[in-house]
């Protein structure tokens, strides 16, 4: 080999092993960025699921406790109405059961809002049991009996089924690390 095939072969390499450490500097950046994101993700999602939680706790049990539970509750608000318990139901259950669901409104919105799949998938069923639990609220006619007693406990259940989901599924997210081998770009494309 002559010294300039020497100097040319040396070149190439040098202009090889640049390029190659421009490309892998370029990857471990874009790996440091993906992974700062995730982070910064995760911490949006784990403020919004508590929130979400906190808001959730109270609402539904605002909701289950609106109908009077005895005689005398029920017996106060004829007396506030005048005998009107169709009044006294509308103004008592009907609507601070919609404003109560209200509040629910927007911690369930931030939530679907920062994802993923599997925590919109509980919070649908959130929402879909609050629905029922405003529903079945709203149905409930004096006097209360052992029947209507039993279907707020049932309520109360399924509102228990439906947070233990949620819960779950804000768990299995916060509690997966970001990587950056699990690349996800822009609009769900994976690397």
């Known amino acids: 080999m002559t010294a300039e095939q020497a100097t040319v072969i040396a070149a190439l390499i040098g202009v090889v092993g640049g390029l190659a450490g421009v490309c892998i500097g370029r990857w471990q950046v874009r790996d ?3 992974v700062e994101h995730e982070q910064w993700l995760r911490g949006q999602r784990q403020e919004a699921f508590t929130a979400l939680l906190a808001s959730w706790d109270a609402s539904i049990l605002k909701l289950i406790d609106l109908p009077p539970s005895n005689d005398e509750g ?3 608000l004829e007396a506030t109405y005048e005998g009107d318990l169709i009044e ?7 609507n601070k059961s919609l404003k109560i669901k209200g509040d629910l409104d927007q911690p369930l919105e931030r939530v679907q809002l920062l994802g993923p799949n ?3 998938a509980a919070c ?3 929402a879909s049991t609050a629905e029922t639990v405003v529903q079945k609220v709203r149905q409930v006619r ?3 009996d052992k029947a209507a007693i039993e279907e707020l406990d049932e309520l109360r ?3 228990d089924a439906a947070r233990t989901e949620f819960f779950n599924a804000a768990r299995q997210v916060i509690n997966t690390p970001p ?3 699990r690349r996800k770009w822009m609009f769900g494309r994976t690397a």
């Open 124 to 126: 649908v069923s959130l």
């Open 179 to 181: 990587s950056p081998r």
């Open 142 to 144: 004096f006097p209360l």
């Open 157 to 159: 259940d399924r509102a």
């Open 74 to 76: 029920w017996d106060h």
């Open 88 to 94: 006294a139901t509308e103004e008592n259950i009907w």
């Open 32 to 34: 440091e960025a993906v």
């Open 118 to 120: 599997i925590v919109d």
